[in-house]
């Protein structure tokens, strides 16, 4: 005669549940940008998207980030590269000193557009970033479509036609 274990019990269902739950892939929510605004170097509300229809780029960065630091030339070459009436690159500085900032992109020559957001509102508790530099892929309508986390090669064209090909397809 087999006894009732309750621990056996426990431990089996338990396991039935974390077998059924790992067949199923883990998806984020939806995220969107839509209405987002941040102050721009020099203080100014800025949307981060302005109704324009183009896909964005954005990179959560900082001065202090030597990834960060390392890949800002590389990211200027593709917004030098891309076609500024389908796509635009943004930096978000996470930089409470925009001084830094200032000098960092006037002795680098980086010229793309940037937002701050010293208290990491929206790296932090709206996107989610865990590390940087931190890349989104923004659709025309804010939907973001892809994230990578580290240095990337921007100015590469091949990485370039793979990382924009979800908006890229749907042309």
């Known amino acids: 005669m087999t006894r009732f274990n309750p621990l056996v019990s426990a431990l089996a269902l ?35 998207l302005d109704g324009s229809g183009r896909v964005r780029i954005v990179n959560f960065w900082a001065t202090w980030c030597a990834p960060c630091r390392e890949e800002m030339p ?21 930089d409470r000193d925009l001084n830094l900032v200032r000098e960092f ?5 980086i010229r793309f557009s940037q937002l701050s957001d010293p208290a990491m ?4 508790e709206r996107v989610g970033v865990r ?12 939907r973001v479509i892809d994230r ?8 590469d064209p091949e990485f370039i036609t793979a990382f924009l090909a979800p908006v890229d397809d749907k042309d």
């Open 121 to 124: 509102q929206l790296a932090s």
């Open 74 to 94: 590389a990211l200027q070459a593709l917004d030098d590269m891309l076609d500024d009436a389908r796509y635009q690159v943004v930096g978000v500085t996470v």
């Open 131 to 142: 590390a940087y530099p931190e890349t989104l892929l923004v659709d025309e309508t804010g």
């Open 14 to 48: 338990s396991l039935a549940l974390l077998v059924t739950a790992c067949s199923e892939p883990l998806r984020e929510p939806e995220l969107s940008l839509e209405g987002v605004e941040l102050a721009d170097l020099d203080g100014n509300l800025r949307p981060l």
């Open 105 to 109: 992109l006037l002795k680098y020559g």
């Open 148 to 155: 990578v986390v580290g240095v990337r090669p921007w100015d």
